[in-house]
């Protein structure tokens, strides 16, 4: 799912934070219709979550910026919601992306048992982060910087909390920093 940038406020729509969306553009008999996606038609449909997001915005800010841009997921939620967020997260700070751990084998029995369509990677997948070197203007384009990667189980995480900009990750063992900053804090 996009993220949106709502004067100046980055907004996470989860799974049930775009059901929502989309009830209200398209009606409660339409939702399931709107996530089919016709080739070659224009779609509008970023213009439309953004337009009806902007006036939630200017109804009034506070309210929507404790409703739509933050969030606090558990269990269940926070385990179907983690790709989409950290693919959006990769996105807004332009730092990394997420991999696919799986063989060609789990990929198949993935696809199959449908799991690809909230888990694209698996639910098992890396954080490629990128870590630029420490002088990197004085390098150019000579050298690169290095990238690390952090191993994520989506059935593990117990809670995530914050908006877009920054949030924490809560697994069994230990605490993922997402923000300016990128963390791993082991228990």
Excluded at 3 to 11: E, M
Excluded at 45 to 62: H, M, Q, V
Excluded at 115 to 141: A, C, D, E, I, T
Aim: hydrophobic share 35%.
């Amino acid at each position: 799912m996009p993220f949106f940038i709502i004067a100046k406020t980055p907004v996470f729509l989860t799974w049930e934070k775009d059901k929502k969306l989309r009830e209200e553009i398209y009606g409660l008999d339409n939702v399931f219709s709107s996530y089919i996606k016709i080739s070659g038609k224009k779609d509008n449909e970023y213009k439309l979550f953004r337009t009806a997001l902007t006036n939630k915005y200017n109804l009034n800010p506070l309210t929507f910026i404790n409703e739509w841009s933050k969030f606090d997921l558990q269990n269940e939620d926070a385990q179907q919601n983690i790709w989409d967020l950290i693919y959006d997260y990769c996105a807004y700070y332009d730092c990394g992306y997420p991999s696919d751990l799986r063989d060609e084998v789990e990929y198949l029995q993935d696809d199959f048992q449908g799991v690809n369509f909230l888990f694209p990677q698996g639910k098992k997948f890396g954080l490629n982060h990128n870590v630029r070197p420490l002088r990197w203007w004085k390098y150019g384009k000579k050298k690169k910087g290095i990238t690390i990667r952090t191993i994520i189980d989506s059935t593990k995480i117990k809670r995530v909390v914050g908006d877009l900009s920054e949030f924490v990750v809560e697994f069994d063992d230990h605490i993922m920093t997402c923000g300016k900053n990128f963390e791993v804090i082991y228990r």
